[in-house]
């Protein structure tokens, strides 16, 4: 790869030097303080399409080989992280006005939305992707260069290159990388096709004409208006004025309360219809005074010439007093007048919009106006007349299915840097500009690095490029005791950064020439590159070697990790190390109570982690701790409400699941690890029952590959679990 055009984003650049690999870059000092960064730090910024934006801070650190509070839960006293910050997660996304799909039906600019709003994203059900309303969680912004995705339809995105979009073939980047081997990803191509319905329409103008036609429809199709003369008590006749409006959503009725009030029409509210067991309560409005009454008449007629205002407003009015939208995708305005028949009809072809006329058998003569084309349009039909009541417009539960022209006929680069915006929501996804957007759901979970959950989460990694140093004069220190060291439990030490410093090395390095036993825990497949130095280190001292994989769920892992190289690429990384005579196991986590947990589930994360090779399994269980827990149940209030109870009764009192529900899990994974001949016999371990079983933990060391006795390392030297654990979520 590429490593030209590097600069610093405060200062100016210095002379290009040249590395011992030949690559050109510039480097200065920021003497600013930022979280985690001591003054003096070598600040460097990347133009190479991976880390376009992403500035590394060089810092030369104190310590690196860092003592884990007596406190924690962790199976081990001591941790290397050469990187603060994390890659995994999802890259910026779309330009400022892009239109995004929010819960009520209506759009708002990306620039403009903000965490707690409620927007659509979408969720797999059954063999459908479906439409849900989920919480945004986080925003931020950058500036990137832009690219636009035009689409056949018509529909153009402003992104960046590293955005992705889902297609029929799955989630796709905007641009390839020039990376190579196993570290490129999928990207669109000409005749991909988006999935969705294409961009979304201009919503109406509030002017005059408009609110007129939305009386008229309200009024019109739902409401009491007239005259009434009776015979007098005395001498004289009487005439009674009556406008009476009820409904059992209160968004219509503040509508039109709004609209004849500024028209001068000050109606009164009351209550229609009590609430009860079986029915909402229904409010209505009225007004009694004659003048009052020919005025909301007048305002009810049709003009001669209805203006296009005119005519959105109407259709907006005559849905909310009688239309309905279908969970199955139909929309319907119903009536019996010929005359409003007539004018929703003319009003729908006039935008474009193709209806079908069907007849009731019912006695008042009641005809059914069903709207054409399915999903895109009933939202190009919810956006170009804004009806007001949000019930009748969700579309939540809906297929994403679509016959909408949204093939890829052309991706260009705009050659400018332009604001870009992101969300991260429950779902994983949003809808913007009517197609289905990907997003990073992981950004609050990782505050404990004290970076921003938003762009410097993205943008600011900070590198300790004197690790291998520490490492080095730690272990030869007379005060250390040779205890064993873990590393990839808080941040990858194996993140895509590592492919540029190349730290690991290093550290393996002096582990080795230590003989210090270590583990390492990954979720990426970039250990591959050291995989011969590791298996020197193996001849020397105990090497732990595991991959993270909870579960082999392709929709699982792209809702719940959607920034990390898919379960399989994982697992095969395992295989490799293995077939070079590495010990390496899998970390079965985290398992997701009630989503990844179920005997089937289990059943095919193990047959694929037997297929890799592993030499053990060790389950982990979903652990909540402060931050986690907060966006982990928004996520579960907007994918999968229905669990919100049972998770509450898991996890109410504490970050951890019971340790019924661990030992359940631990004893299922036991028995399938035994059935698919994970283990050996090294590590079995007495059983109650009959016979034994291979314990589905990581292995105990062999004290005949280490260079010196045991227990010169003292007693507090690692120790490897017997049961199953629980750690955060890497």
């Not at 810092?59 to 924690?72: F, R, T």
């Not at 090497?543 to 892992?557: I, P, T």
Request: aromatic letters at 8%; one cysteine or more.
């Amino acid at each position: 790869m590429r490593w030209d055009h590097l600069r610093l984003d405060d200062e100016p650049a210095a002379d290009p030097e040249t590395d011992e690999g030949g690559t050109l870059f510039t480097q200065a000092r920021r003497d600013v303080a930022l979280p985690l960064i001591e003054r003096g730090a070598v600040a460097r910024t990347f133009d190479t399409p991976g880390f376009r934006g992403m500035t590394f801070y060089e810092v030369q650190a104190k310590s690196v080989v860092n003592h884990v509070p007596e406190a924690s839960r962790m199976p081990f006293r001591w941790t290397i992280n050469p990187y603060r910050g994390c890659q995994h997660a999802c890259s910026y996304c779309q330009l400022g006005e892009t239109p995004i799909l929010m819960a009520d039906g209506r759009t708002k600019p990306l620039a403009d939305v903000r965490a707690g709003d409620r927007v659509y994203g979408t969720v797999k059900s059954g063999v459908y992707r479906r439409y849900a309303i989920t919480t945004v969680l986080a925003h931020w912004s950058t500036v990137k260069p832009a690219y636009r995705v035009i689409l056949e339809d018509g529909t153009e995105l402003v992104s960046s290159g590293d955005h992705r979009f889902l297609t029929e073939r799955g989630w796709k980047h905007v641009i390839g990388t020039e990376w190579g081997g196993s570290l490129q990803r999928p990207f669109l191509t000409v005749n991909n096709k988006l999935m969705g319905v294409g961009h979304f329409a201009e919503p109406p103008k509030d002017t005059a004409a408009y609110r007129q036609g939305y009386l008229c429809g309200m009024i019109r199709g739902d409401a009491t208006i007239g005259h009434c003369s009776y015979p007098p008590r005395a001498r004289g006749g009487n005439t009674a004025h009556l406008f009476r409006l009820a409904l059992d959503d209160p968004e219509g009725l503040s509508r039109t309360s709004e609209y004849l009030a500024d028209a001068g029409i000050n109606c009164r509210e009351f209550t229609f219809t009590k609430e009860s067991a079986a029915r909402r309560p229904i409010t209505a409005i009225r007004t009694n005074r004659r003048d009052e009454v020919r005025t909301i008449e007048w305002l009810t007629s049709r003009p001669l010439a209805p203006t296009p205002d005119w005519r959105k407003g109407f259709l907006a009015g005559i849905f909310d007093a009688e239309g309905s939208f279908s969970l199955g995708g139909v929309l319907r305005v119903s009536n019996t007048d010929s005359e409003i028949i007539d004018w929703i009809v003319s009003s729908l072809k006039s935008f474009g919009f193709e209806c079908a006329t069907e007849r009731t058998i019912q006695p008042n003569g009641l005809v059914c106006i069903r709207l054409r084309g399915g999903l895109k349009e009933t939202l190009r039909f919810f956006h170009t007349v804004d009806p007001a009541i949000t019930r009748k417009r969700s579309i939540e539960g809906v297929a994403i299915k679509s016959d909408a022209k949204l093939r890829v006929v052309a991706i260009e680069p705009l050659g400018l840097d332009l604001p870009m915006y992101d969300i991260t929501t429950g779902t994983g996804d949003f809808i913007a500009n009517g197609v289905v957007s990907h997003n990073c759901f992981a950004r609050n979970s990782h505050t404990y690095l004290d970076l921003d959950p938003g762009r410097d989460f993205d943008t600011k990694v900070v590198v300790k490029v004197n690790a291998p140093e520490l490492v080095r004069k730690k272990l030869a220190s007379p005060g250390w005791r040779g205890e064993h060291i873990a590393m990839g439990t808080n941040v990858d030490c194996y993140q895509r950064a590592e492919g540029r410093y190349r730290l690991m090395p290093g550290i393996i390095g002096a582990l080795k020439d230590a003989a210090n036993p270590f583990s390492i825990l990954t979720k990426g497949t970039l250990i591959l590159r050291d995989i011969e130095l590791l298996a020197e280190a193996a001849e020397v001292t105990d090497v732990g070697l595991n991959v993270s994989a909870g579960f082999v769920d392709k929709e699982l892992w792209r809702s719940v990790e959607p920034g990390t190289p898919a379960p399989g690429r994982r697992l095969e990384a395992c295989a490799a190390l293995n077939e070079r005579g590495l010990r390496c196991g899998v970390l079965m986590g985290p398992v997701i109570p009630f989503l990844s947990d179920s005997p089937a589930q289990l059943e095919a994360a193990i047959r694929q982690i037997a297929v890799a090779g592993a030499t053990q399994v060790t389950p982990i269980v979903l652990h909540l701790r402060p931050g986690t827990r907060d966006w982990f149940f928004g996520w579960l209030r907007s994918s999968h409400p229905g669990l919100v109870g049972r998770y509450l009764d898991l996890y109410g009192h504490g970050a951890y699941a019971p340790k019924a529900y661990q030992d359940r899990i631990s004893g299922q994974v036991r028995e399938l690890a035994d059935k698919h001949g994970i283990g050996r016999p090294g590590t079995r371990r007495p059983s109650s029952g009959p016979g034994r079983r291979p314990v589905a933990v990581i292995p105990a060391p062999d004290p005949a590959r280490r260079p010196e006795p045991a227990e010169s390392r003292g007693p507090e030297s690692f120790r490897y679990p017997a049961e199953a654990v629980q750690l955060t979520l890497l």
